[in-house]
């Protein structure tokens, strides 16, 4: 695996699937509330311009395909780079979601929209990491397969195209009938959020769980 790979979590190893799991798995909540929870949902706008500028670090079909149809759906053309919701996803892409720079961003979009929403904004960048490494794993696991290139499968590859696999195969029906889909209202908009982050939740927790449970909750 490159510098750069290892950086940006393109692909899964074994060390780094284990560690942002246990985090993935603390952060459901807030992804769930960036949707619906009075006092830290965010406008379907927000939320996709933060997915959107996650995903264009370091990108993933899957996520390319989701969240381009349902930024489209929400009315959003591209980013607005001077947001502070997009400044903060800038900087949690480039960097992976740790580290001092990181930080400095929380606090300064904390306080230009408050804590509890900031922490929606900080979850969505968690399942946008966790969206396009995984997805990014599973297609090359399926590309070393189908090209016949099995010395160079990893026990990791294989582990997160049985795990993942079904649901990703499931996302990339879903972005084919997303794109005949019509824009819609902000209430809908955020319901099917809601009903999205389901089956994500569902496959996360458990690996999640046992997640926390090798590395003794470190995140």
Known sequence: MSLTEIRTRKLWDWNTLLRDHTRFVTMLPNYLAAYIAPGYSLSPATIESVLLTMNSINTCPYCTGLHGQLARMAG????????????????????????????????????????????????????LLWGKTTGNTVNCARDKILKLQLTQLRAVDLFVLAYYGPLFLVIGLLNKMLTVAPSIPKFFSAALGAVLWLPLALNIIPLGLASIAVNFGVV
């Open 76 to 127: 959003v053309d591209k980013p607005n780079p001077t947001d502070a919701e997009v400044i903060y996803a800038t900087t949690f892409a480039h960097e992976s979601g740790r580290g001092s720079d990181v930080d400095s961003s929380y606090d300064a979009l904390v306080a230009k929209i408050g804590s509890r929403r900031a922490q929606s904004v900080r979850a969505l960048c968690w399942a």
